[in-house]
């Protein structure tokens, strides 16, 4: 599984930026994909999973309300929609798959499988 993901940039604070995130076609759509991040000079951190149907969601308390996960299966893309963006959001943010038949909309790194190369987001204040 190859996962490619898009869409970083800069953006002033306020504004909106939408990641997304192309999978490979050996893709499977029962797969829980998630986003996560990596501040400079910090660890990376969970932001968003969904799962297989794209009906369950779990956010990161400290993106809840302002950034939306999504998938469209027939497209093999995930889908991060960030709104009303902070500095703080500034980060490389990563997609990954879950390349088991789990459930679970884990929130740790250790639980994916498959990640793709990083798309930079920077947020000016």
């Known amino acids: 599984v190859q996962l490619q993901a898009s869409g970083g940039g800069l953006v002033q604070a306020g504004g909106s930026l939408r990641l997304s995130c192309a999978v490979s076609k050996r893709f499977s759509a029962s797969y829980v994909m998630g986003w996560f991040r990596q501040a400079p000079g910090k660890e990376r951190e969970f932001v968003a999973a969904i799962s297989g149907s794209g009906g369950s969601l779990n956010y990161a308390d400290s993106v809840k309300g302002r950034f939306t996960i999504s998938r469209d299966n027939a497209k093999n893309t995930v889908n991060l929609q960030m709104n009303n963006l902070k500095p703080e959001d500034t980060a490389v943010y990563y997609c990954?798959?879950?390349?088991?038949?789990?459930?679970?909309?884990?929130?740790?790194?250790?639980?994916?499988?498959?990640w793709g190369q990083g798309t930079l987001v920077t947020v000016s204040s």
């Open positions: 990954a798959a879950d390349g088991t038949w789990s459930t679970r909309l884990s929130d740790r790194e250790a639980d994916y499988d498959y």
